[in-house]
């Protein structure tokens, strides 16, 4: 298969699943607090990672690149995911998917330092109407009081930027990381570091809340959520980026509002109101402009 195309079916499987995801973790979310979530995520997307590693025989990483793959686990397995679980919970899954659909016209502002990738014009008009969208999305939803501690719906909201904006500079570094190791290595180790640092931070929930008996639905959520969009999408993700560089997975990613809004209509019946078609006019028309540079 060329690699042009396998890195188009890579992202768009990525985002597909990710859309998914949102709608599975706003029903786990009801069971499993956020922390706690994002842990059992990594730790079974770790193991899923490190069997196929093993059994494909992957090289073992030198230890001058662990401190990068560190920064890798905290900003995009750490950081990245609490935001997005968190913002979840007190918004709304079609929210979260299209909100942080916005990261690749984010990542095209690291790809300019990080990568040596031009930021020319239509990478800042794109990122421009995708900054634009997030905050109509953000700015012109209602209000909506969460049960746990009355957070709003626009906090929620502003999670999920800080999720989209660590994930895209996730994505740049990730594909540095990538030019010296395989893609599954990477992924593995960034899932490991992830899993070290989120542990950390766990107790400290749990102490403040006491999470009742998982329902078995829930537990199979939770294995979509470490299976297949951790060690899946991760995967992919990492080698459409890998293949085809900061531009074409813009246009790629915007299948993740549009899987994720319908889902959330679909099984969670959640109102698709005027700010979210806004939002998605604007932040679709970004990844447009910017996957033309692709």
């Known amino acids: 298969m060329p690699p042009r195309l396998l890195g188009i079916l890579a992202g768009f499987a990525a985002a597909a699943i990710w859309g ?7 029903y786990v979310l009801d069971f499993v607090p956020p922390l706690t979530l994002v842990l059992a995520r ?24 662990l401190p990068f793959l560190a920064l890798l686990g905290l900003v995009g397995l750490c950081l990245s995911m609490v935001a997005q679980f968190a913002g979840t919970r007190l918004s709304t899954a079609a929210s979260g998917a299209l909100i942080t659909s916005a990261t690749p016209a984010f990542l095209l502002l690291f790809a300019w330092p990080i990568l040596g990738e031009r930021l020319t014009l239509a990478r800042l008009v794109g990122l421009a109407l995708a900054t634009a969208g997030v905050a109509a999305t953000i700015l012109l939803a209602g209000e909506s009081v969460d049960l746990a501690g009355g957070s709003t719906l626009r906090a929620g909201n502003a999670l999920l930027v800080v999720a989209a904006v660590t994930w895209a500079l996730y994505s740049a570094l990730s594909r540095v990381a990538a030019r010296r190791q395989p893609v599954l290595v990477v992924t593995l180790y960034a899932t490991l570091f992830g899993a070290l640092f989120t542990g950390a931070l766990v107790p400290l929930e749990l102490a403040a809340s006491r999470p009742g008996p998982v329902p078995p639905l829930a537990w199979l959520g ?16 990492n080698k459409s980026i890998e293949l085809l560089g900061a531009g074409l997975p813009a246009i790629l990613f915007f299948a993740q509002p549009v899987v994720g809004g319908l889902l959330g209509a679909l099984l969670l019946g959640e109102r698709l109101g005027a700010p979210f078609f806004l939002g998605g006019a604007l932040i679709g028309l970004a990844v447009l ?6």
């Open 20 to 26: 998914a995801m949102y709608v599975v973790s706003k």
């Open 289 to 294: 402009v910017t996957a033309r540079e692709g």
């Open 42 to 65: 990594l730790i079974v997307g770790a193991l899923t990672l490190g069997l196929i590693a093993w059994l494909t025989g992957q090289p073992r990483v030198c230890r001058r690149e």
């Open 222 to 237: 939770l294995i979509y959520l470490g299976v297949v969009s951790t060690a899946g999408a991760f995967y992919l993700w």
